[in-house]
């Protein structure tokens, strides 16, 4: 087919497209992505201010808001909405933890002498926060007799630990933990976690350097244990599309909103500032002094005014003249609400911040947008039911090394409910109908009622209680036959 190819090319002139090649230049790595995003976590106007100025640079870089040096005093600022989304997210999902779920019952009443010791629910917070912001991390397992009879258990952000892969699995972590040391001089301890051992380095300016160096670390030693079990837990929610094998920000490819929203802020507060009422009184009305005879200032509550000359035409009227420029406060908002949606587009529903979104548009986007705030929340819970039974896991087995016990193998599992389920009221309503329609048992309509907010012990109880209510009673079988048959 070659000949055939060449031949319609000849006949219709056709020339064939030059390779091309562009080359691009990535501003930031992977880590100062993370420190980028760390900082819009924060909040801080005046950190915000300062980072743009010193990383985004060169043409085309000063575009942006924060990045811009406004000639006049203008007030820039934060509105904060970065940090909210992710602590809206975290106090979404923390709120719905479960409990670990074990095969074994001696097991499950060890894990929750662990939890309780360790905070499993702070550290879970910590984790998710860490991870949403920076876009992944990983849980350090350490132990320390002298602080604790149990493992500590840790997490590390992005810019704190640096995660090895091998064909797309996990091959351990090294974490990176900074130390003052003899004279002031600062140190970076690399704590190498990988399967059956734990490994140590001190390095000072990437040059290796003795653990002496820093009292602290002096008694440090590798620990070899295990090697079926690997003491680092990698977390992640969403994959980078940049960086291979690393999480991603939910800041990513948001950052940009953040700063036209807080340019739209800034810009709508400028206004008002520069909108305040002005007076302009004549000379001869302004007060005098007794004493002096001079002229003194309007004092009615701080009151600003410019004072005007008096006229000298024949029909001029002295006169207070009060004027304000008119502020066009629906343009503001109507650029407010779309700056606000683009920096919340895939991630949240306004109705989940407690934004008024109903003159915003019909009823059906609205549901449609409250579908977000769970399709987010749902890729959260789906991550965590895969990495926070490996990492229960894990601290059993760490807790078997640190007393000396065989390691064993668990099995746990955690599963999250539905976002958004409903409330008491519509469930009493809901089991109800059901219970009237004879298609729900009483132990069916109690578990749908309370759920895992109340033991087993305390729901079979209720069940018997409402059976006994209803006249049902539970009785021994005779045994008549049992003694008939004993007698002869």
Known sequence: MGWMKRMVQKWLQIQPALQQTAYLTERSTNETRAIINKIWYRGDADELDQLYKQIYQGPGATGRFWAASPKS???????????????????LVRGDLPDMDFTDPATAARWEELAEEIGWQNLIGEALTGTLVEGDG???LSIDASL???PLVEFAPTTGVD???RRGHFAGANFRTMYTGLGGKVYELVEEYQPGRVGLQLLDNEQPAALSCVPELSDLKPVEHDKRVCLAVPFRVFSSSRWPGRGASIYEKKTDAFDALDEVASQWLDAVRAGRVKQYIPEDLLPK?????GLMAVNDFGSKFIALQTGTHENDVSKIDTVQPEIRYEAYLSTYMTALDMCLQG??????????????????AQREKKDVTGNTRNAITAAMEQVLPKLAETILQADDIMHDRPTSTY???ITFGEYGAPDFDSRVETV?????????????AVDELWGSSKEDDWKAAEVKRIQQERGIMEAEEPAVAEAAAEKW
């Open 411 to 413: 099995e746990a599992s």
């Open 347 to 364: 991630i949240l529903s306004p109705a989940t911040l407690g934004i008024d979104v109903g003159k915003m548009s019909s009823g059906e």
């Open 163 to 165: 995660l090895r892969f």
């Open 73 to 91: 005093g203008i007030r820039k600022i934060h509105t904060g909405l970065p940090a909210i989304m992710v602590d809206t997210l975290v106090n």
């Open 289 to 293: 002094s007794v004493e002096t005879g």
């Open 138 to 140: 990983a849980f350090k």
């Open 432 to 444: 109800a109908k059901a219970r009237a329609a004879g298609i729900m048992s009483d132990q069916a």
């Open 148 to 150: 604790s009879d149990h």
